[in-house]
């Protein structure tokens, strides 16, 4: 770049992919602070019930309900979506079809500082008459709908003011990854040469796009039902709370899909780099894509099968749930297949794209029970649930962040993060994460309800008190595991020992650039030869071939 | 140039094609809570306005041929400024008798508070009436910067334009004949 950049435009109103890219990372990180800091919270509460909360102090029940709710909106809304799907898929997408930046940098830089506001609506909402709200995530009317409720007076149309505002944050983003993938590939780059990654973050961005809509005109109706009581969602003014729940999981389940696709094309980068193996079944992979994309519409009313709907749409439902496992488990054999026989190399990205890759097998496997219509309505709205999905969304989220961050921070910084204390990070994170989870799905079949703010109230509980406080004494630990990550996120980004080019020998684009790249990422344009997958290949020196090598 | 303008051409059908789920989800929300009351319209409430909207149909739809005629006239270097000034018209006429329609209801008694089936009609054709305002914004903004450049504009901004108001204007059959008509 010949212009001189200030730093308010370098760093802050950037239009740089990359800038942007980081710039979501960041924000998602800090978000994922107050999520957890909810979650101790509320962990604290279940474990030693009605206790002076060190850093809090008493925790009322209708708080308790905020701070569930706000706990899950975070996590989803602005931890996954900006870290997994935003920030690397801005970092990742141009440099890796070999674009020199997003076919809308305006409108890319944009859709950070809307979701900045969104953030700060959200966070706001902590400080208004009657606090957050308290509803649920999934934002339930009549609960939501009705003004006498915990939080409905401001926290209510605040958040979803937020969410509005996130959601048209990440429509931008959506445009701007199709766009820029259809219209702005290196010369070479067929759609069967592109990466796993930017495959698996279009089809999410394809998702998101069509399932949102249906959950705006939802959440416009309930502000409407809030704001001038017009009872769109409430019974007795002939309205209908089933309705919301139909809008809400109409995108509320594609949405699972939003979040697991780029973890997946994510883990498939790295497991494929440091086995030395190429990825078993590219072609399927993204076939089985395509299909779960399709059928993640066809899913959604299996969040409703003890709402009171008709068993007749139940049945169809159910057995699309567990159709679609189908398409997952193809791509989760042929990750396995892929480690199968190759020279894996276990740094601290490798062992989290494993853990992921296990850990997120026990939370699909325990899918099958609450898909299952029979299992489900046992199961339903129980510590079982709670358990199954933090056992997806856990390995999705952190472990496949962690992965990420880990593998392309030389990339982002120009610098390694320090390797040892990576382990510890990830040993300590990845056991810890079993003790908070695993004891919730005993609780759940023990019949502990996902909403008790109180279980030693309840007599049949009393029994199962002490895995309560296992999983929050879990938490503890998992959450002190962070400190060694954030230490030497910030240090070696500054201190860190200096990468060249292609550190890990990898093959796809971006480790074509320099380290870390510059306004217009590539030195000489890119011409691709060959698809991303060679490693190991016979009669060559080196047992890589990036993708500008000629055949 | 001429992929630049094909990239925003696909950029504005992805965006379009979010609006379509999101007016699909409203459409089917109205269809769901109209099945479930048995009277419609419920006792006390006025008709929606099927004729004063009819003839306000056709003056929307004819703007969509308008504008269709200005991008012909400009893309054979022609006048096209009248079409588009019509077309502009058109649209504003069709926001006016929608808002003067809309003062009426409300003076007959349906209002919002606890009123499904007025809620109902306010959220739909509100939501549609932004959509239309938006685009109308879009064009006047086209001929403001054609009038003041005081040559022809380039024919891809008038595309862009002419692609957002055929999708406001083929949503309104949709609206028109879901809540108006049957």
Known sequence: MSKKQSFLTKYIFSQDHKVVGVQYMILGLLMALVGGYLAYVFRYQLAYPNQSIPGYGVLEADKYNSAVTMHGTIMVFWVAMPILLSGFGNYLLPLMVGAKDMAFPKLNMLSFWVFFVSALTLISSFFVPEGAVGGGWTTYPPLMANPGFT????????????????????????????????????????????????????????????????????????????????????????????????LFWFFGHPEVYVLLLPALGIVAEIITVFSRKSIFGYKMIIYSVLVAGVLSFLVWAHHQFVSGIDPRIAAPFGLTTILISVPFAITMFAYI??????????????????????????????????????????????????????????????????????????????????????????????????????????VGIAGNHRRIYDPSLFEHLKDFQYLHVISTIGLFVLIGAQVPFILNFFISMFKGKKATENPWEANTLEWQAPSPPGHGNFITDPVVHRWPYDYSLENTEKDWCPQTEAI | MENKSKTKLLALILFIASEIMFFAGLLSAYWVIRSQIPNWPPPGQPRYPLEVTAFNSIILFSSLATLWMAEKKLSLKRNYLSWLIVTV??????????????????????????????????????????????????????????????????????????????????????????????
């Open chain 1, 151 to 246: 939080g409905v007076g401001w926290g209510a149309p605040l958040w979803i003011l937020a969410v509005a505002l996130e959601f048209a944050s990440m429509l931008m983003s959506g445009i701007n990854f199709l766009t820029t993938t259809i219209t702005m590939r290196a010369k070479g780059m067929t759609f069967f040469r592109m990466p796993l990654f930017v495959w698996m973050a279009n089809v999410a961005s394809l998702i998101f796009m069509f399932s949102v809509g249906p959950l705006i005109a939802g959440a416009l109706m309930l502000l409407a039902d809030q704001l001038f009581a017009v009872g769109f969602f409430l019974p007795e003014k002939g309205g209908d709370p089933l309705l919301f729940q139909h």
């Open chain 1, 337 to 442: 297949a892929s480690l199968w026989g190759g020279q894996v190399r276990f740094s601290t990205a490798m062992l989290f794209a494993i853990s992921m890759i296990v850990e997120f097998l026990l939370g699909g496997v325990t899918g099958i029970l609450n898909g299952a219509t029979a299992s489900d309505i046992y199961m339903h709205d129980t510590y079982f649930v709670v358990a199954h999905f933090h056992y997806t969304l856990f390995p999705i989220v952190f472990l496949t962040s962690f992965a990420g961050i880990y593998f392309w921070f030389p990339k982002i910084f120009g610098r390694f993060m320090n390797e040892t204390w990576g382990k510890i990070h990830f040993w300590i994170t990845a056991i810890s994460a079993n003790f908070v989870f695993l004891p919730l799905f005993f």
């Open chain 2, 89 to 182: 018209a058109a649209g504003s006429c069709f926001l006016i008798i929608q808002g003067v329609e809309w003062f009426r209801l409300i003076q007959q008694g349906m209002g919002l508070i606890g009123n499904v089936y007025g809620g109902l009609f306010y959220v739909v054709v509100g939501v549609h009436a932004l959509h239309v305002a938006a685009g109308l914004s879009v064009l006047i903004y086209l001929l403001l910067k054609s009038l003041k450049m005081k040559t022809a504009m380039e024919s891809d901004s008038l595309q862009l334009g002419k692609v957002y108001w055929a999708f406001v204007v083929l949503l309104w059959p949709f609206i028109y004949v879901g809540l108006y008509v049957i």
